[in-house]
């Protein structure tokens, strides 16, 4: 499985300015304005089966801004994306909505999050400082932004913090060439995160599971304050503290196993996984470890350090075959951790014994040539 894009996502904080107040009121503006788009493509799927088209739903927008000095605050970029983005949700809709997909619903104004901006609408003016609108604000400039933006989004937390995420075309991919013996397979677990094919195993955190109580019991209490009092608002920033903190620790978990295996090893391998099965079979469980985050995290660091990363087929039975002589169960069922071979009776832990084939098939893989690796569009 070869990832190939060029993009690269840059992420960088705005300074806390009494001055945001704009960036903030240009969101709330585009949450009505999303709004007021899908009460027209509801009311017009309603009539005629279909959905509006984007052009014509543009060109009715741009009219109406004319009139509404509010929606004046977003610029004509961020509304044509929002026209954009629920076409392309009504085309989902349409084509897989035997499978449980549905159309986009509208959301609270309060809690809508971002705007884009594509070719027009923000500047940058060197340093730290950008121009958005007819406003210079300020950022952490924690990084170069190298190569051509091609989108600009400003993005609120619920804290009420606000970012800019910036998406970069032109960025080379790399060729690693594997020339070391420093192979080494993975297999994911619950309670086990990692099992590597050289033995070691990495313990899961569980960070989610750690704060558990102390959510429920900050959910408890925001529930129990009066709706719209400033004690609600307390005890719901409380709360996201609660949930900011796991995916804070989290993350930085990620980053530092993610130096740590591409330092050790030179090329890694995994098993492509059904996330989405996976996350209906096990739920919270699956949420808190977090694999696909992971993956994004892990094979940035890869690229940056020129370790190719290689994923092996999903239907590959890794758990019933033997790695010693080759043999292939007919069936495993997962309480089964430990298993004998019927052909050269050796004993095979069932996630050790994964990681071994899994190392297999990926060095087989890998050594047919160069493995070329690319830019993972991630959040840096």
């Known amino acids: 499985m070869i990832y190939n894009t060029r993009m690269k996502t840059l992420k960088f904080k705005l300074y806390q300015s009494k001055r945001n107040k704009h960036l903030k009121r240009s969101i709330n503006a585009a949450g009505v304005i999303y709004n007021h788009c899908i009460a027209l493509h509801k009311r017009y799927y309603r009539m005629w089966g279909k959905h509006l088209n984007c052009a014509r739903l543009q060109a009715h927008i741009a009219k109406l801004r004319r009139r509404k000095v509010f929606w004046q605050t977003v610029g004509s970029q961020a509304v044509q994306d929002i026209c954009q983005r629920i076409e392309k949700a009504y ?53 170069e932004v190298e190569g051509t933006v091609k989108t600009l989004t400003i993005k609120r937390t619920p804290l009420g913090e606000l970012f800019m995420v910036v998406v970069i075309d032109g960025v080379e991919g790399l060729d690693a060439k594997v020339e070391t013996s420093r192979i080494a397979g993975f297999d994911f677990g619950l309670k086990t995160f990692l099992t590597c094919s050289d033995g070691s195993k990495i313990e899961s955190p569980q960070f989610l599971k750690q704060s558990l109580n102390a959510i429920k019991k900050a959910s408890r209490n925001h529930s129990k304050k009066q709706k719209g009092s400033a004690n609600r608002e307390k005890a719901r920033l409380n709360l996201v503290l609660r949930y900011e903190d796991v995916v804070n620790r989290r993350s930085d978990w990620f980053w530092k196993l993610a130096h740590q295996l591409t330092d050790k090893f030179d090329v890694l391998c995994f098993e492509t996984l059904n996330l989405k099965g996976m996350q209906r079979l096990w ?24 370790k190719p990363i290689v994923f092996i ?13 080759g043999h292939i169960l007919e069936s495993l069922d997962l309480s089964i951790r430990e298993w004998r071979c019927p052909r050269c009776q050796s004993v095979n832990g069932r996630d050790e014994n994964a990681a071994k084939n899994i190392c297999a098939v990926g060095a087989s893989t890998a050594k047919l040539g160069d493995v070329r690796q690319a830019v993972p569009a991630i959040a840096v």
């Open 313 to 325: 087929d999903r239907w590959y039975p890794s758990s019933k075959t033997c790695s010693h002589c």
């Open 91 to 143: 085309q989902l809709f349409f084509k897989h909505h035997k499978k449980g997909v549905r159309p986009p619903g509208f959301k609270k104004v309060r809690r809508y999050k971002s705007f884009t901006l594509k070719q027009a609408g923000y500047k940058f003016l060197g340093g730290n400082r950008i121009k958005i609108g007819n406003r210079v604000y300020q950022y952490w400039n924690s990084r």
């Open 283 to 306: 739920g919270r469980k699956i949420s808190d470890i977090a694999l696909g985050e992971f993956l994004r995290i892990l094979k940035w660091v890869a690229l940056k350090k020129g």
